[in-house]
């Protein structure tokens, strides 16, 4: 029978699809078994890790692969995001404050990807750890009552974000 997706989440699903060969997906994955990519095989085990979240007594993570550029850093993102979907589509690498937490907020369970993330500013980047920990978007009012709008959705996910920059930094500079 149809089971058509919420409104909320009619966005992510349809990025939610398998394409491609799974030969080649595999061949591309068992590449972070070499020596070297122990990292980049962490961030991609982040990825099926992410819905495992759910039973644990934690809302969320963020997991930041920093280094310099061409160092792999979007390719290991994108190999998390690949257990899923289309990570072009996923994977976020601008937008708004709101635009993000609520891809987060839609997302649910599944790994919540951030792409170069290095010019946001410490305000931003304390504010979404902050949330991305909480597994909440922020309260807001309803606009037709003084009255609050009901939080929707509890995630409980693992946050990747790529940087040149130390997250970790930035949230402690603000």
Same mark, same amino acid.
């Given at each position: 029978?149809?089971?058509?997706?919420?409104?909320?989440?009619?966005?992510?699903?349809?990025? $939610?699809?398998?394409?491609?060969?799974?030969?080649?997906?595999?061949?591309?994955?068992?590449?972070?078994? %070499?020596?070297?990519? !122990? =990292?980049?095989?962490?961030?991609? $085990?982040?990825?099926?890790?992410?819905? *495992?979240? !759910?039973?644990?007594?934690?809302?969320?993570?963020?997991?930041?692969?920093? +280094?310099?550029?061409?160092?792999? /850093?979007?390719?290991?993102?994108?190999?998390?995001?690949?257990?899923?979907? /289309?990570?072009?589509?996923?994977? &976020?690498?601008?937008?708004?404050?709101?635009?993000?937490?609520?891809?987060?907020?839609? $997302?649910?369970? $599944?790994?919540? +990807?951030?792409?170069?993330?290095?010019?946001?500013?410490?305000?931003?980047?304390? !504010? *979404? =750890?902050? /949330?991305?920990?909480?597994?909440?978007?922020?309260?807001?009012?309803?606009?037709?009552?003084?009255? !609050?709008?009901?939080?929707?959705?509890?995630?409980? =996910? &693992?946050? &990747?974000?790529?940087?040149?920059?130390?997250?970790?930094?930035? %949230?402690?500079?603000?």
């Amino acid at each position: 029978r149809h089971c058509p997706p919420s409104p909320l989440s009619t966005n992510i699903v349809k990025h $939610l699809n398998t394409a491609g060969s799974f030969s080649i997906w595999q061949d591309c994955i068992n590449s972070l078994n %070499a020596p070297g990519y !122990e =990292l980049h095989a962490f961030i991609f $085990l982040c990825g099926l890790a992410s819905p *495992l979240m !759910e039973f644990t007594n934690v809302n969320g993570i963020t997991v930041s692969a920093m +280094g310099s550029g061409g160092s792999g /850093k979007t390719g290991a993102l994108y190999s998390a995001m690949s257990i899923w979907g /289309k990570p072009d589509e996923l994977v &976020i690498d601008s937008g708004t404050e709101n635009g993000k937490v609520q891809r987060m907020v839609n $997302l649910k369970n $599944l790994p919540f +990807g951030m792409d170069e993330q290095s010019n946001t500013s410490p305000k931003d980047v304390s !504010e *979404l =750890l902050y /949330k991305v920990s909480a597994g909440r978007s922020k309260l807001r009012m309803m606009a037709s009552t003084n009255s !609050e709008r009901t939080q929707e959705y509890i995630t409980n =996910l &693992i946050c &990747i974000v790529t940087t040149n920059q130390s997250f970790r930094d930035k %949230a402690f500079m603000f």
